[in-house]
Nanobody, 122 residues
Framework: QVQLLESGGGSAQPGDSLRLSCASS??????MGWFRQAPGKEREFVAR????????YYLESVKGRFFISGDDARTTLYLQMNSLKPEDTAVYYC?????????????????WGQGTQVTVSS
């Protein structure tokens, strides 16, 4: 059974940094990503990493502040979040896909973690 386990969420003040981690029990995914869902809003794409070509892609509003990376064993995904803003408050989900393309779209991700809460407030 595939498991994705997020950690590293918590409370932060505006301008602070947090790093999320996602431990995967599977090494054969084509790509992994981070999504987030704020109260009353749809779950949105945040960032993704392709294990095939190591390419990355980000939501426009987090570019230059968030950085996605992974270990060489393809078992751990990270999201370094800098210069946090109150609007970054959400439950953050790790996701993985066996799909060959369209990694920037939510629908292609077929495995999901349980989520970790990130709250940014002063």
């Amino acid at each position: 059974q595939v498991q994705l386990l997020e950690s590293g969420g918590g409370s932060a003040q505006p301008g602070d940094s947090l790093r999320l981690s996602c431990a995967s029990s599977e090494r054969t995914f084509k790509a992994m990503g981070w999504f987030r869902q704020a109260p009353g809003k749809e779950r949105e794409f945040v960032a993704r990493l392709s294990w095939i070509d190591k390419s990355t892609y980000y939501l426009e509003s987090v570019k230059g502040r968030f950085f996605i990376s992974g270990d060489d064993a393809r078992t751990t995904l990270y999201l370094q979040m800098n210069s946090l803003k109150p609007e970054d408050t959400a439950v953050y989900y790790c996701a993985a896909t066996t799909g060959q393309s369209d990694w920037n779209t939510r629908d292609v991700y077929n495995f999901w973690g349980q989520g970790t809460q990130v709250t940014v407030s002063s």
